[in-house]
């Protein structure tokens, strides 16, 4: 097995400034001297070191097909040249390929490590391979305090004759060190001859995750729900906090369409406004994440608020009291929450054998519910509506659908009253399943809010239908199944 093969683009090791070598052959130099002081053997490293003009019309070589099928990890050394590079991605692409499994270390690492030689711009870097794509790297490139790049960028120069960069060292270093946890994890798993390079039937990659941008005060907090599921095996997407250009939305929706799931942390203040919004982006945010669910019902928004938090101004009061869905508890037990969800098998859409839903309504409402019966479509269940003129009908489908939902909206209160009075009539006790009643805008007369009935769930849709909204009774619907 080869240890560590390194992708670049020749670009960046063309025109030496350390006498006869490029930057890329004093990376290469200075990362197998450190890895073999730390592992305590010799490693072997393999990069192409021919001077070959590539270009995106040729196809890999037989030579560099082998070495990368028999590779344990992959550098990618990413600058803007990288990013420009057919071969390059095709190189990934290859070892996606080859390697069948790009876990290890029990899936908290990956086999495909990013050294960052410049800064790429937003959009540019795009080759498929998520651990490339959406990973901050080691940075080789010099960063002010917050982290962003010094401009114009400039990469660490190597050590060269009598010339020492220590922050050079220190970043080839911290990346041996974690090529060293990867290398020494596959001997022994050589050693039980148990190889991970060979692909496993059925491993499916984990669920990506987008966590979403945040104001500063959620910095803490946003680092450890990263640290917590990258660490458990999970993308986590974006890689760092991006600054609201104008095309920020863009990059969100992107994002949220590769997502099984958003996690929104909302803190005391209200936070930036991109360039061509009127939302800060912690509210811009939590609105795309509502409609990419409307989109996909497979996908979840989690939105975690710190017990105790109190708005610091109108704009996020009014925005913190406009939220259904926000989960008020620690940390931890939030977390456990996420866990829990990324558990849970989406329903099938529209598959063989689908449940019903008695979807009730007046006829004021025709046009308000639409939102809740594409939604119940979308999830897999026929949705009945009331029949015109047949109260046998309307008997049949209380007594025979899997599930009831009454829509109170621009209904008068007696209407859903008498409703509700007649499923004890129709059902009399026969009937387990599940019912609840959907209380939409608008948000009046003032006795609407305290509407409640035995034995039926209320549902509060006020400020607008979330599919979130549902999860309480979509849960009932899959206990009835299952009892």
Not at 19 to 27: I, K, P, R
Not at 265 to 285: C, D, F, N, R, W
Request: with cysteine; glycine share 6%.
């Amino acid at each position: 097995m080869q240890d560590v093969f390194i992708s670049y683009s020749h670009k960046d090791n063309d025109s030496p400034r350390y006498g006869e070598l490029g930057w890329v052959d004093c990376f290469f130099e200075a990362l197998k001297d450190r890895l073999e002081s730390i592992c305590g053997r010799e490693v072997t490293v393999w990069r192409d070191a021919s001077n070959a003009n590539l270009t995106g019309g040729m196809i890999l070589t037989p030579k560099i097909k082998q070495e990368l099928s028999r590779t344990r990890v992959l550098v990618a050394i990413v600058s803007p040249s990288y990013a420009a590079s057919q071969w390059c991605k095709d190189e990934l692409q290859y070892f996606r390929e080859s390697a069948g499994n790009l876990a290890a270390v029990g899936g908290t690492m990956t086999r495909v490590l990013k050294v960052a030689k410049l800064p790429t711009p937003q959009g540019r870097l795009s080759t498929g391979i998520h651990e490339i794509d959406d990973a901050v790297g080691h940075t080789f490139y010099r960063t002010k305090a917050n982290g962003d790049p010094i401009l114009p960028p400039e990469e660490l120069d190597a050590p060269h004759g009598t010339f020492d960069e220590p922050d050079f060292r220190r970043a080839v270093n911290k990346l041996a060190y974690d090529i060293e946890v990867i290398l020494t994890w596959f001997d022994q798993q050589e050693h039980s001859k148990t190889l991970i390079s060979v692909p496993q039937p059925g491993l499916k990659p984990r669920a990506v995750i987008y966590l979403a941008d945040a104001t500063s005060e959620m910095d803490e907090d946003r680092k450890r729900i990263r640290q917590e599921f990258e660490g458990a095996g999970y993308t986590v997407i974006p890689a760092e906090q991006r600054f609201p250009g104008p095309d920020y939305s863009l990059a969100v929706q992107s994002d949220l369409a590769r997502a099984r799931l958003s996690i929104h942390l909302i803190g005391a203040t209200y936070g930036m406004v991109p360039e061509k919004h009127m939302e800060s982006i912690v509210e811009l945010q939590y609105a795309l994440a509502a409609a990419e669910a409307l989109k996909r019902p497979e996908f979840k928004r989690m939105v975690w608020i710190q017990p105790g938090t109190k708005a610091a101004d109108e704009r996020q009061a009014r925005f913190m009291a406009s939220m259904q869905d926000a989960i008020v508890t620690p940390l931890e037990e939030f977390k456990t929450l996420i866990y829990t969800e990324l558990r849970r098998k989406p329903a099938p859409v529209n598959a063989p054998g689908y449940r019903t839903v008695y979807l009730i309504f007046d006829k004021p409402d025709k046009d308000a519910k639409k939102a809740i019966d594409d939604f119940l479509f979308s999830r897999g269940f026929d949705v009945l509506r009331p029949p015109a003129n047949s109260t046998s009908l309307h008997k049949s489908r209380l007594k025979d659908s899997d599930a009831v939902l009454v829509y109170y909206g621009n209904s008068p209160s007696d209407w859903v009253e008498e409703t509700v009075d007649g499923f004890k009539k129709v059902l009399r006790g026969k009937s387990k399943a599940p019912r609840a009643v959907y209380l939409a805008d608008p948000d009046q007369p003032p006795e609407k809010r305290d509407f409640r009935r035995a034995a039926v769930r209320v549902i509060d849709g006020f400020g607008g239908f979330t599919p979130s909204q549902l999860d309480g009774f979509l849960a009932d619907i899959d206990d009835a199944d299952s009892a």
